[in-house]
């Protein structure tokens, strides 16, 4: 039974005591949690879980009279539901590590009766009705990056001072917000990129969001915003290691890579481009999605190319540069980006590399501050992979340790597209354990032998499919190209891959000649005539 605390007549109010006795039992002052301390009192959580199961919001309104009761719930009930799928797993080491890998999708919590997952609770339920950004300071993922535990539940009395205070406290963090005046640079959570529309409201350029994030900062922080407004904002790792009391945070010297950039429709530019000079590299990984190896071509990016990135993509966006290996052909490397530097690009350059030249790698990383480089996953760790050498490995952490955030991981996804097509991968690194069996809509390519390219993964298939332009093609023809490609992967190519019941990528592949392409959205759509691949078949290769 739920407990109910009768207010006025007949008003049952649903509250929140045995919660709280429970938090005040298993939440350290740091706001971490004592996981053997909630083993122990486990049937303090049994017994709230069973509360929230009885009634909800939904189910029985009279109960929760006011948005703040619900919200109140509906903050409470992902906290606790969270505990209860950790404690069922634990010693597990971190969210993403739980036996089926959908700790966020699993429809397995009651609310009221009704059975949700944590991803309804949190986007449909709490981000879809309450519209309330500092929600993202109460909601605990049972990770480090997450905010503090809180020793008590969220009460509704008082839930705005608290939900106030809860966002003070989270941006007084070192980790969570740092301002830096001199170098005019602001380091928040990654909660800011993540959540970036709750944030900064329905926006759809950099700028606005920018400014959305940096407004909300400043009216919590203080700071005026005319201060911060030029600022650029840098997004801190997210520390998905369990926020476990008896547990140090240890974040690895190279941790997980994660993107800065987001595509949205009013920028007219892209803040994100790679550039690719071919699959010439000295590992020949059998699902390597670009067929690379030492029989692999390779193209130096000339400055027509190079003149057409600096048109194409944000100046203070970010230019990605990988192969093939990049490292193989580092002078040239270099000389791009000195090139692309000495006209006026001032964003980040990102290098993928298998790590393998370890020594070139940093000397491409001491060569400019503004670059970052991710290592390739399966060859870092080993995994499906022949291994990094130790001496190439133990330098990269060595020089990882000493220069945070500069040097990644790649994720461990491997995706059926390329040499990989066809195969078998370990569970977790199949795309649909990550719920990315879908087409993850990376930004565009730029190849050496001048043609854009609409993906990386896919980039050496020639199909008209992915066809964007070249570097005689206008800027904001290429933009309107790359959207139209966009929309057609999320309306065409992934309900066509799901009723095929195979994943984009190796519909891409595959089976992209029985679908229309991207410039069948276009007003007006010709095949480039004179394109030497328009003709061909995609997926021969
Ligand atoms: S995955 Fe990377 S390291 Fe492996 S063959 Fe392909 S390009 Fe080379
Ligand atoms: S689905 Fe196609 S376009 Fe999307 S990431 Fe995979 S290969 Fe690229």
Redesign the pocket.
């Known amino acids: 039974m739920a407990e109910l605390i009768q207010v006025g007549t007949d008003t049952p109010l649903f509250n929140y005591t045995c919660w709280t006795e429970l938090l005040e039992i298993i939440v350290t002052p740091a706001g971490k949690v004592d996981y053997t301390l909630l083993m122990q009192h486990h049937n303090l959580l049994q017994r709230f879980i069973t509360e929230l199961g009885t009634v909800s919001p939904d189910t029985a309104p009279d109960r929760f009279p006011t948005p703040e009761h619900a919200l109140a719930y509906w903050i409470n009930a992902y906290n606790a539901f969270v505990l209860a799928a950790v404690s069922a797993e634990y010693p597990v080491r971190s969210v993403w590590k739980v036996r089926d890998g959908q700790f966020f999708t699993r429809v397995q919590h009651s609310a009221g009766g009704v059975t949700l997952s944590l991803n309804d609770i949190e986007h449909r339920v709490l981000r879809g009705r309450f519209h309330e950004p500092r929600i993202h300071f109460a909601l605990n993922c049972a990770s480090n990056g997450c905010p503090p535990m809180r020793p008590q539940a969220f009460e509704p009395t008082g839930l705005q001072q608290t939900l106030h205070t809860a966002t003070q406290q989270f941006l007084a963090s070192e980790w969570n917000c740092r301002i830096d005046h001199a170098q005019k640079k602001i380091f928040v959570s990654r909660l800011f990129r993540m959540y970036a529309e709750d944030f900064a409201g329905t926006a759809d350029s950099t700028l606005e969001y920018r400014h959305g994030v940096l407004r909300f900062v400043a009216e919590h922080t203080g700071e005026p915003f005319e201060t911060l407004a030029d600022y650029a904002i840098v997004y801190n790792i997210y520390d998905w290691g369990l926020n476990d009391a008896h547990r140090d945070p240890q974040l690895r010297p190279i941790t997980f890579h994660e993107s800065v950039e987001t595509f949205h429709a009013k920028d007219g530019v892209l803040r994100e481009l790679y550039l690719y000079d071919g699959?010439f590299?000295n590992?020949?990984?059998s699902w390597?999605t670009?067929f690379?190896?030492p029989q692999g071509w390779y193209q130096a990016h000339t400055t027509r190319v190079l003149d057409s990135a600096l048109a194409t993509v944000a100046q203070d966006g970010n230019i990605k540069f990988y192969?093939?290996?990049p490292t193989l052909h580092s002078e040239s490397l270099l000389a791009a980006m000195r090139y692309l530097r000495a006209r006026g690009f001032s964003g980040l350059f990102t290098i993928y590399s298998?790590g393998v030249k370890a020594r070139t790698l940093i000397d491409l990383l001491d060569s400019d501050l503004q670059s970052e480089a991710v290592l390739?996953y399966s060859?870092y760790l080993g995994r499906d992979a022949e291994p990094l050498p130790t001496s190439a490995k133990a330098l990269l952490e060595a020089w990882g340790r000493e220069h945070p955030m500069r040097l990644f991981t790649g994720y461990k996804v491997l995706y059926h597209v390329g040499a990989g097509v066809d195969m078998v991968f370990d569970r977790d690194r199949e795309p649909d354990y990550h719920a990315l069996a879908g087409c993850v809509l990376c930004f565009p390519v730029l190849k050496s032998t001048g043609e854009f390219h609409a993906c990386p993964l896919a980039i050496e298939n020639p199909a008209p499919h992915f066809q964007l332009g070249d570097v005689h093609t206008p800027a904001a023809t290429l933009f309107n190209n790359y959207q139209a490609f966009r929309t057609w992967a999320v309306t065409v190519l992934d309900p066509a891959a799901r009723e095929r019941q195979i994943t984009s990528c190796a519909m891409c592949q595959k089976r992209l000649a029985e679908l229309p392409d991207y410039r069948s959205l276009l007003p007006e759509a010709p095949l480039p005539a004179n394109s030497p691949n328009a003709s061909r078949r995609p997926g021969t290769h």
């Open positions: 699959n590299c590992r020949a990984c390597c670009v690379g190896s192969g093939g290996e298998n390739n060859i």
